[in-house]
C-alpha cells in the first residue's frame, strides 16, 4: 500500500471530502496542514494551481507523486481501493458524478454569499442557495444518505457544504434550508457520520467564524448586529461602510 498524505488547510471543504473519502475507504493517511495567505515553497512547488487539497502518494518502491484536484483525487481512490463510494451502474455513477458537481457549485455560491459586499446582496445570494437546495430537496428520497442506505461520494462532498451552515445558523436566520425537510434529515445524518466528524479539527467553528469576523463583508457585519443584540457592543472590528465594504477581500483562500 502507498503512504499517503493529504495537504490540507483546516477550513478547506475540497480537503474535507478527501479526508471523508479515505476515512470511509478506512485508508490509513497522514494530515499536513498549510497557511494559505503564506503558502509555504515547498507547497508551491508541488502545487500546479497552488490550491489544497494535494493528495501525495509514496509508493513501497519510493516513487513520489502528487494529485491535485479533489473529485480527481476521489476518483483516484476509487480506482485503487476495493471499497467503493461510487455506484456500479454506470447510469446511476453519472448521476452521482452530476450531483458532486453541482455541490462544488453549491460551495461557490456559499462563498458568494459569505464575500457579498452589501445586505442586499447577501439577501440575494441566500435566495440563490435556497432555489439551489430546492433543487437537492427534490432529488433526495428516503435518505439516510443520499443514495439511500449506503455512503456515496455524494456524501462526502455535501458534508462539507452542511458543516458550514453549523456557523452560518449561528449567525441569523437566513432561511437557506428552510422548508426542506428531506435536506434537514440528510444534514443530521451527515454531522453524526464519524468520517464527517472527524474531518474537521474541534475549533473548526471557531476557525470559521474567525474567518468570516476578518472578511469585513455583510456577514461580518451580521455577525457584529447579531452579537450586538445579544450583549452590547460587538467584538467585531468593522469597517467603515461604502469604500471600505467594496474594497473587503472576496472569495478564497482562507486568510
Ligand atoms: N477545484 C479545486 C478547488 C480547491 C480550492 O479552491 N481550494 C482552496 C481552499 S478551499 C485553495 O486552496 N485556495 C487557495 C488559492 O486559491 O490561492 C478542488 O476541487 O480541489
Given at each position: 500500500m502507498p503512504k499517503l498524505t493529504l495537504i490540507s488547510h483546516h477550513l478547506c471543504?475540497?480537503?474535507?471530502?478527501?479526508?471523508?473519502a479515505l476515512a470511509e475507504k478506512e485508508m490509513p493517511f497522514e494530515r499536513v496542514y498549510i497557511d494559505l495567505a503564506n503558502k509555504p515553497a515547498w507547497?508551491?512547488?508541488?502545487?500546479?494551481?497552488?490550491?489544497?487539497?494535494?493528495?501525495?502518494?509514496?509508493?513501497?518502491?519510493?516513487?513520489?507523486?502528487?494529485?491535485?484536484?479533489?473529485a480527481v483525487i476521489l476518483e483516484y481512490l476509487e480506482e485503487v481501493?476495493?471499497?467503493?463510494?461510487?455506484?456500479a451502474d454506470p447510469l446511476e455513477r453519472a448521476r452521482h458524478r452530476g450531483w458532486m458537481e453541482f455541490g462544488s457549485a453549491a460551495l461557490n455560491g456559499i462563498?458568494?454569499?459569505?464575500?457579498?459586499?452589501?445586505?442586499?446582496?447577501?439577501?440575494?445570494?441566500?435566495?440563490?442557495?435556497?432555489?439551489?437546495?430546492?433543487?437537492?430537496?427534490?432529488?433526495?428520497?428516503?435518505?439516510?444518505?443520499?443514495?439511500g442506505d449506503s455512503f456515496t461520494l455524494v456524501d462526502a462532498v455535501f458534508a462539507p457544504v452542511?458543516?458550514?451552515?453549523?456557523?452560518?445558523?449561528?449567525?441569523?436566520?437566513?432561511?437557506?434550508?428552510?422548508?426542506?425537510?428531506?435536506?434537514?434529515?440528510?444534514?443530521?445524518?451527515?454531522?453524526?457520520?464519524?468520517?464527517?466528524?472527524?474531518?474537521?479539527?474541534?475549533?473548526?467553528?471557531e476557525r470559521l467564524m474567525a474567518f468570516f469576523e476578518r472578511k469585513g463583508t455583510a456577514l461580518t457585519e451580521r455577525i457584529g448586529r447579531e452579537a450586538a443584540q445579544r450583549c452590547g457592543p460587538p467584538r467585531v472590528t468593522l469597517p467603515p461602510a461604502g469604500r471600505d465594504l467594496r474594497a473587503a477581500r472576496l472569495g478564497q483562500p482562507f486568510q
Amino acid at each position: 500500500m502507498p503512504k499517503l498524505t493529504l495537504i490540507s488547510h483546516h477550513l478547506c471543504p475540497y480537503v474535507q471530502r478527501a479526508a471523508i473519502a479515505l476515512a470511509e475507504k478506512e485508508m490509513p493517511f497522514e494530515r499536513v496542514y498549510i497557511d494559505l495567505a503564506n503558502k509555504p515553497a515547498w507547497f508551491l512547488a508541488i502545487s500546479p494551481l497552488g490550491k489544497v487539497p494535494l493528495l501525495k502518494v509514496e509508493n513501497e518502491d519510493g516513487r513520489e507523486s502528487v494529485i491535485f484536484e479533489s473529485a480527481v483525487i476521489l476518483e483516484y481512490l476509487e480506482e485503487v481501493l476495493d471499497t467503493p463510494l461510487h455506484p456500479a451502474d454506470p447510469l446511476e455513477r453519472a448521476r452521482h458524478r452530476g450531483w458532486m458537481e453541482f455541490g462544488s457549485a453549491a460551495l461557490n455560491g456559499i462563498a458568494r454569499f459569505y464575500s457579498a459586499p452589501d445586505q442586499a446582496a447577501l439577501a440575494r445570494e441566500a435566495r440563490a442557495l435556497s432555489l439551489m437546495f430546492d433543487w437537492v430537496e427534490a432529488k433526495l428520497g428516503n435518505g439516510p444518505f443520499f443514495a439511500g442506505d449506503s455512503f456515496t461520494l455524494v456524501d462526502a462532498v455535501f458534508a462539507p457544504v452542511f458543516r458550514y451552515f453549523d456557523v452560518i445558523d449561528r449567525i441569523g436566520d437566513f432561511g437557506i434550508l428552510a422548508g426542506k425537510p428531506k435536506l434537514a434529515a440528510w444534514r443530521v445524518a451527515l454531522a453524526a457520520r464519524p468520517s464527517v466528524r472527524n474531518a474537521v479539527t474541534a475549533d473548526y467553528p471557531e476557525r470559521l467564524m474567525a474567518f468570516f469576523e476578518r472578511k469585513g463583508t455583510a456577514l461580518t457585519e451580521r455577525i457584529g448586529r447579531e452579537a450586538a443584540q445579544r450583549c452590547g457592543p460587538p467584538r467585531v472590528t468593522l469597517p467603515p461602510a461604502g469604500r471600505d465594504l467594496r474594497a473587503a477581500r472576496l472569495g478564497q483562500p482562507f486568510q
